[in-house]
């Protein structure tokens, strides 16, 4: 059964920064692309960051040079490093994979940028 959870998110002031973190089961994380998405209140969800099979890596506009997307083949875990953040970042933050054939996601991490 494959299953993702989030953690690392929370509260940090503008210019701080955070890592989360997406545990992975029922799978391997280095066989199937990885992706972040994050949903800003009353705003769609939107694709932040993706790694895939191969090792190469995407970044939206707004967040390239500032995240970093990464996996743990050995913890079964992808990462996003979060640096310079600014209250726009502020989101639920989701891991997602697709997997034979299905979507999957997490539950969720809370990110808020405040000061």
């Known amino acids: 059964q494959v299953q993702l959870v989030e953690s690392g998110g929370g509260l940090v002031q503008p210019g701080g920064s955070l890592r989360l973190s997406c545990a992975a089961s029922g799978f391997r994380v280095n066989n199937y692309a990885q992706?972040?998405?994050?949903?800003?209140?009353?705003?769609?969800?939107?694709?932040?960051?993706?790694?895939?099979?191969?090792?190469?890596?995407?970044?939206?506009?707004?967040?390239?040079?500032?995240?970093?997307?990464?996996?743990?083949?050995?913890?079964?875990?992808?990462?996003?490093?979060?640096?310079?953040?600014?209250?726009?970042?502020?989101?639920?933050y989701y891991c997602h994979t697709y997997v034979r054939n299905y979507d999957y996601w997490g539950q969720g991490t809370q990110v808020t940028v405040s000061s």
Do not use: C, H
Not at 38 to 65: C, D, F
Not at 75 to 89: A, F, G, I, W
């Open 35 to 92: 992706d972040w998405y994050r949903q800003a209140p009353g705003k769609q969800r939107e694709l932040v960051a993706t790694v895939t099979t191969l090792g190469l890596r995407n970044y939206a506009g707004s967040v390239k040079g500032r995240f970093t997307i990464s996996r743990d083949n050995t913890k079964n875990t992808v990462y996003l490093q979060m640096n310079s953040l600014e209250p726009e970042d502020t989101a639920v």
